[in-house]
């Protein structure tokens, strides 16, 4: 019940990273109604923890594990969000850091630029920490976006 209340919509419903770090950060609107919690204070409550005693698997208690959608929608979600903390880490503020994702992602829509900037492919790694980005085989840095 938690997941259908607080869960996050496809990458497809999002039109900026922004809007996916709003959620993040400071909740989902809810036209009519108000806004919901932030996801951040959701996953920090009820997100994967480890197991009391042997510190090992995890147990996603807000997440459903029987709906293949659920860890999809997830994933996609918080590799945005993960790249926008990256980008924070590395000293911008969150508004650049957004300004540089969307920059990337140029006139392709979010799950499109998941899919080409942000997935990772297996054996690779999302950033290495001069920025570069791994996507399939291919590197690309900020310097080859186009402006």
């Known amino acids: 019940w938690t997941w259908e209340c607080w869960g996050t919509d496809t990458l497809?419903?999002?039109?900026?990273?922004?809007?996916?770090?709003?959620?993040?950060?400071?909740?989902?609107?809810?036209?009519?109604?108000?806004?919901?919690?932030?996801?951040?204070?959701v996953e920090r409550q009820w997100g994967a923890k480890k197991i009391v005693g042997i510190k090992k698997g995890s147990h996603q208690r807000w997440r459903p594990t029987g709906d293949t959608n659920v860890p999809k929608k997830w994933h996609q979600f918080i590799a945005i969000v993960d790249r926008i903390q990256l980008?924070?880490?590395?000293?911008?503020?969150?508004?650049?850091?957004?300004a540089t994702l969307d920059k990337m992602r140029g006139n392709d829509s979010l799950p499109r630029?998941?899919?080409?900037?942000?997935?990772?492919?297996?054996?690779?790694?999302?950033?290495?920490?001069?920025?570069?980005?791994?996507?399939?085989?291919?590197?690309q840095t900020q310097s080859d976006v186009p402006s």
């Open 12 to 41: 497809g419903a999002y039109q900026t990273c922004g809007d996916v770090w709003r959620v993040w950060t400071e909740g989902a609107l809810v036209e009519g109604v108000g806004q919901k919690v932030p996801l951040q204070m």
């Open 87 to 98: 980008e924070i880490e590395q000293g911008k503020s969150s508004t650049e850091a957004i």
């Open 113 to 139: 630029f998941f899919v080409t900037h942000l997935q990772v492919k297996k054996g690779k790694r999302m950033a290495d920490s001069d920025g570069t980005i791994e996507a399939a085989s291919v590197k």
